[in-house]
T-cell receptor
């Protein structure tokens, strides 16, 4: 596609439920990144994919968080047993092979856990 | 020491002013540097890459000082529309993984 697409744009869920966030990167971009941003805070790195593998998942805050990428394209971030502190905007970005041109963000999924 | 550090601001400047932000990074192996801009409640957008020799894009000038491990962004003739948070981005020195600084908030006042 023309840009990075994320869905849903907004998600309200009850504490304890599982959620899945989807990212569809720019066509041909091999690198894909997940970040999250709490209100008024900076970007927090979660995980980075190169193709379908994740060379760096050091930012996943707990084992309730997992992510996968299939076919070198779409990625899903899953949060199990959501907690109120998981409330944030989850941003996905993708970049071309060399990554030296920066990367492009999607407009994010705003997750609210109530 | 944090991987990427920025003065959070806010920088409040009048229209037409020149303003400069610095960003320091800790990994001497870092090779790629960028400035991103983030408007309130929006995703970050690439403003410009930072090249070793320094580079300019209209009113914006970016500089890299490898010896001191900092990059800078200079904005000349500030516009109201320049009001945003400016994020310094540095790669980790391997692969394509990047670290974002906490951002510097700029408010251009009429």
């Amino acid at each position: 596609g023309a840009g990075v697409s994320q869905s849903p744009s907004n998600k309200v869920t009850e504490k304890g439920k599982d959620v899945e966030l989807r990212c569809d990167p720019i066509s041909g971009h091999t690198a894909l990144y997940w970040y999250r941003q709490s209100l008024g805070q900076g970007l927090e790195f979660l995980i980075y994919f190169q193709g379908n593998s994740a060379p760096d998942k050091s930012g996943l805050p707990s084992d309730r968080f997992s992510a996968e990428r299939t076919g070198g394209s779409v990625s899903t971030l899953t949060i199990q047993r959501t907690q109120q502190e998981d409330s944030a905007v989850y941003l996905c970005a993708s970049s071309a092979t060399q990554g030296f041109y920066g990367y492009t963000f999607g407009s994010g999924t705003r997750l609210t856990v109530v | 020491r944090k991987e990427v550090e920025q003065d959070p601001g806010p920088f409040n400047v009048p229209e037409g002013a020149t303003v400069a932000f610095n960003c320091t990074y800790s990994n001497s192996a870092s090779q790629s540097f960028f400035w991103y801009r983030q408007d309130c409640r929006k995703e970050p957008k690439l403003l410009m890459s930072v090249y070793s020799s320094g580079n300019e894009d209209g009113r914006f000038t970016a500089q890299l000082n490898r010896a001191s491990q900092y990059i800078s962004l200079l904005i000349r003739d500030s516009k109201l529309s320049d009001s945003a948070t400016y994020l310094c981005v540095v790669n980790k020195g391997y692969g394509q993984n990047f670290v974002f600084g906490p951002g510097t908030r700029l408010s251009v006042l009429p």
